[in-house]
């Protein structure tokens, strides 16, 4: 039960944190961030202004040219989804070839305690290696666990 209420607890401050920074780029107090604001907010000068407006693009899912505090909370969160499964492709590929064999994946579960059978295993790895070249790169594994 506490590790419920502490995931809760941990969502919420996640939550608030996104709020913050959601506040902090909406300088007008609108709700919405403009692309305008969204580039105050990055202030990267490596960034060029079409890669920002894709990226703007990317988090505006209504296309309304505004990004929502929904829209962007989803953006963040997705983005850190992605770095978590970063750091996972990272431990099932300790050899850094970038690739993962249905192998290394089955004795990385094993290490780990999965609770998938073999057969299932198989059945998520066969998913991923849409090509059937018998190995799951980075960006397989990546387009499978967001879709």
């Given at each position: 039960?506490?590790?419920?209420?502490?995931?809760?607890?941990?969502?919420?401050?996640?939550?608030?944190?996104?709020?913050?920074?959601?506040?902090s780029g909406d300088?007008?107090?609108?709700?919405?961030?403009?692309?305008?604001?969204?580039?105050?907010?990055?202030?990267?000068?490596?960034?060029?202004?079409?890669?920002?407006?894709?990226?703007?693009?990317?988090?505006?899912?209504?296309?309304?040219?505004?990004?929502?505090?929904?829209?962007?909370?989803?953006?963040?969160?997705?983005?850190?989804?992605?770095?978590?499964?970063?750091k996972d492709f990272?431990?099932?590929?300790?050899?850094?070839?970038?690739?993962?064999?249905?192998?290394?994946?089955?004795?990385?579960?094993?290490?780990?305690?999965?609770?998938?059978?073999?057969?299932?295993?198989?059945?998520?790895?066969?998913?991923?290696?849409?090509?059937?070249?018998?190995?799951?790169?980075?960006?397989?594994?990546?387009?499978?666990?967001?879709?």
């Open positions: 039960m506490a590790t419920g209420a502490a995931q809760v607890v941990q969502i919420r401050k996640n939550m608030e944190e996104l709020k913050i920074k959601f506040e300088k007008d107090g609108s709700g919405k961030i403009s692309f305008k604001e969204l580039k105050e907010m990055i202030k990267d000068s490596s960034v060029s202004d079409d890669e920002l407006q894709g990226a703007f693009d990317a988090i505006d899912i209504d296309a309304n040219g505004w990004i929502t505090i929904t829209e962007f909370c989803e953006a963040m969160n997705k983005n850190s989804l992605r770095n978590n499964l970063a990272k431990t099932m590929d300790p050899h850094g070839k970038g690739t993962l064999s249905l192998e290394e994946a089955w004795k990385v579960a094993e290490e780990y305690g999965c609770l998938l059978s073999h057969e299932e295993l198989e059945a998520a790895f066969t998913m991923a290696d849409r090509d059937g070249d018998g190995i799951i790169t980075y960006k397989k594994f990546i387009e499978v666990l967001t879709l």
